[in-house]
C-alpha cells in the first residue's frame, strides 16, 4: 500500500514523567531543534495535534498584525 506523499505516522512511547520523544524523521522533516516550543492541541475525540510552528506564527500574525509604515509626512 503507497502512502499519501507528505503524510507521516510514528510510534512513541510515553515515559514515566509523561515525556515523549520526538522521532529523529520528524524532527528533520519538520525542522524540529533543541529549545523549541511546540504548540500541543488536543480533541477528545480527535486525538492530539502537534501542529507545525510557522502554522502557529501564521494564526499569531493574523490575530497581531504588524503595525502599517507611518505615511511620510508632506512638508
Do not use: C, N
Amino acid at each position: 500500500m503507497k502512502k499519501p506523499k507528505g503524510k507521516y505516522a510514528w510510534s512513541v512511547t510515553v515515559g514515566s514523567k509523561g515525556q515523549i520523544v520526538i522521532p529523529k524523521e520528524a524532527r528533520e522533516i519538520f525542522h524540529i531543534q533543541p529549545g523549541d516550543t511546540l504548540l500541543l492541541l488536543g480533541d477528545q475525540e480527535q486525538g492530539i495535534a502537534i501542529p507545525p510552528k510557522s502554522l502557529f506564527s501564521d494564526v499569531m500574525s493574523r490575530i497581531f498584525p504588524a503595525p502599517k509604515a507611518e505615511d511620510s509626512e508632506e512638508e
